[in-house]
């Protein structure tokens, strides 16, 4: 079975077009006349299309390596079919290249790590994007500290990290910085749900 994947370059000019759409949008969006503020309702938006375009033209002109390469990508369609713990004529020379010292087996170079516990990358894709949607279903009920931090405590949870205190103190952490830099510093109001600040 192909494995299902995208070239840096299709990948990079999908993100430039949506970047372009997004500035486009962000540049159209009004600004308060009335009163003088420091920040306004466009300067987030514009910032992040900004990045996000650099971010595309990055990717787009990276070099394809062994991973993306058209080579790499018949490799990996036909080690799929193999074993992993073995590598065929073709990705012999590359497995002993990314063999580690500690007599760990051989992965071939052109084989792609899962991206969580399910094998088929469109479902993984499709389960993150069912997860973004609860978490915006969850965020005007629990707030945006609580809703924020339970979904980075899962995210990384199932994404194997297994130290539980150094997860749930980086989850607090960053909900705790996002949520008061965008309150306090930006005057942006977030949803507070149960919590009294």
Not at 100 to 126: F, Q, S, Y
Not at 183 to 196: E, I
């Amino acid at each position: 079975m192909k494995p299902f994947t995208f070239s840096n370059r299709v990948l990079g000019a999908a993100v430039g077009v949506l970047a372009v759409v997004y500035l486009y949008l962000a540049f159209t969006l009004e600004e308060f006349t009335a009163v003088s503020v420091p920040v306004q309702p466009a300067t987030l938006p514009k910032w992040l299309g900004a990045v996000l375009l650099v971010l595309a033209a990055v990717l787009f002109l990276q070099k394809p390596d062994e991973d993306t390469g058209e080579q790499a990508g018949s490799d990996s369609g036909e080690d799929a079919g193999g074993t992993a713990g073995t590598a065929g004529t073709a990705g012999a020379a590359p497995a002993q290249a990314t063999e580690t010292g500690g007599g760990a087996p051989a992965r071939p170079a052109a084989a792609r790590p899962a991206l969580g516990r399910l094998a088929d990358p469109r479902k993984e894709l499709a389960l993150f994007a069912a997860s973004i949607g609860f978490y915006i279903a969850l965020l005007e009920p629990l707030g945006f500290l609580i809703s924020t931090t339970a979904y980075i405590a899962s995210a990384t949870w199932y994404l194997g990290y297994r130290r539980h205190w150094a997860n749930a103190l980086v989850a607090v952490g960053v909900s705790a910085v996002l949520y008061f830099a965008m309150s306090d510093f930006l005057r942006v109001a977030l949803p507070t749900g149960p919590l009294p600040f």
